[in-house]
């Protein structure tokens, strides 16, 4: 069949949205999956179901987590929203969060939530990602409420975006209205990561080189859906 006339797509569009609603719907909203079948004539795709499932560790995840550490560091990058994994010898020394990291960061230390990122089709850890609240003058400026990081050997395939995804929920769920994250101003995939979730940038920041590699810093808030 022959698309339909500007005029033609105009009133099916018209006439379907009288019967519709706005309501969300499959990841897009209904007078998006209206416009979609007037102009297609066929159903919209729908939208991609996660592939990843966020978890607290557990004695279970103990060797791919030390694997994630030793993968992380042969490839010299930085372990963000590990809770400082590279400064530990074994998970236990790891898992214990708390304790851990008041002695670390003294007055600075703020409670933190871990979550690994585990691929459902075969249990693989791919990444992990940290909410941590409230925020310091510290994670204000520079570090932002999330930190996240993807193993090399599975990067490329949007899981940092999707981590992200399903973290924000969390974050709502513990009654944060909108989070901080933020990225060096030469990191093009993390800045598409949180633009894609929402993200608005506020503003660049300078720091100094042991923060960022170029120097630069931006920052973007999230604004979390009820």
Request: charged residues 30%; aromatic residues 8%; glycine residues 8%.
């Amino acid at each position: 069949a022959e698309k339909p006339t500007n005029g033609e797509f105009i009133a099916l569009v018209a006439d379907k949205l009288i019967m519709e609603t706005a309501r969300e719907k499959n990841g897009r909203s209904e007078i998006q999956n209206v416009i979609y079948v007037c102009y297609n004539e066929e159903k919209p795709p729908e939208a991609p179901m996660h592939t990843l499932k966020l978890i607290r560790p557990t004695q279970e995840y103990a060797d791919q987590v030390m694997a994630y550490r030793q993968e992380m560091l042969d490839n010299g990058d930085s372990l963000d929203g590990c809770a400082a994994l590279e400064d530990t010898n074994s998970y236990a020394e790891w898992a214990d969060f708390e304790g851990r990291l008041r002695e670390r960061y003294g007055e600075g230390y703020v409670p933190s939530d871990v979550y690994l990122a585990v691929r459902k089709s075969d249990d693989r850890l791919v990444g992990m990602i940290d909410f941590r609240r409230p925020l310091t003058e510290f994670l204000l400026r520079f570090g932002g409420n999330i930190g996240y990081s993807v193993r090399p050997s599975e990067r490329g395939k949007g899981y940092a975006g999707e981590m992200l995804s399903l973290l924000l929920p969390k974050c709502r769920e513990e009654g944060e209205n909108r989070v901080l994250l933020t990225c060096d101003a030469d990191n093009e995939a993390s800045r598409r990561t949180i633009i894609k979730n929402g993200g608005v940038l506020e503003n660049r920041v300078e720091c100094d080189a042991a923060l960022s590699r170029c120097g630069m810093i931006q920052r973007y808030w999230i604004t979390l859906k009820p």
